[in-house]
């Protein structure tokens, strides 16, 4: 099993839309978790933490599920340069003490006028 | 602007070349990392620099050999690299526990 599991799409969805992302991770010792955003052949960037509570920026809301281990990420009113792929991340301390990453393969967004 | 760079951007090179990435970053971070990144495969942790000291190294193998000089500069030196190499090569930096800034990456090419 994967240890960080994400639907790789693509998801075509019209603007204005609401689209909702998914992903699991196999390991319970994550400590935090992340979605990411990749612009085509760019670099990733950090879209928003996720956090136990659930948490909003604006359109974009993440959960995160610790006993399900799932997280996911709802946008709403969806918007052109919206388009991208969402890379899920998972953060664990590795057994040197420093700061581990697994991505997921990325679920890939396009939203069409 | 992330404050981490990457150079060069683009690089092609023939197997039985020596090239070196190098990437730098201005964020007064103390850990860089570098992933590979290939089509349609999840990034893959490469190796750990924190504070200056390689902690992880993903059975990766040795034609790839990183650098860190300081806390501000991290290379990989390549040499004798297979096709299947080709990819793109991520930096990355971060301040312990929190969240990681990615360099425009490498764009590989091995001939």
């Known amino acids: 099993r994967k240890e960080v599991e994400q639907d790789p799409g693509p998801f075509n969805v019209p603007e204005g839309a609401t689209v909702a992302f998914n992903c699991t991770y196999s390991n319970s010792a994550s400590q935090s978790f992340f979605w990411y955003r990749q612009d085509c052949r760019k670099e990733p960037k950090l879209l928003m933490s996720v956090y136990s509570s659930g948490n909003e920026d604006g359109r974009f809301t993440a959960q995160l599920n610790r006993a399900s281990q799932y997280i996911s990420l709802l946008i709403r009113d969806s918007k052109l340069s919206d388009s991208a792929t969402y890379l899920c991340v998972v953060n664990r301390r590795s057994n040197f003490g420093n700061e581990k990453l697994t991505f997921g393969t990325g679920t890939r967004l396009t939203i069409i006028p | 602007e992330t404050g981490v760079t990457q150079t060069p951007r683009h690089l092609v090179m023939g197997m039985t070349n020596k090239k070196s990435l190098k990437c730098e970053q201005h964020?007064?971070?103390?850990?860089m990392y570098w992933y590979k990144q290939s089509a349609k495969k999840p990034l893959e942790l490469m190796f750990v620099y924190s504070l200056e000291e390689r902690v992880e190294n993903n059975s990766v193998p040795s034609r790839f050999s990183p650098e860190c000089p300081n806390s501000s500069h991290l290379f990989l030196h390549l040499h004798t690299l297979q096709p299947e190499d080709s990819a793109l090569y991520l930096c990355?930096?971060?301040?312990?526990?929190?969240?990681?800034?990615f360099g425009p990456g490498t764009r590989l090419t091995v001939l």
């Open positions: 990355a930096s971060s301040l312990q526990g929190h969240e990681q800034f």
């Open positions: 964020l007064g971070h103390n850990a």
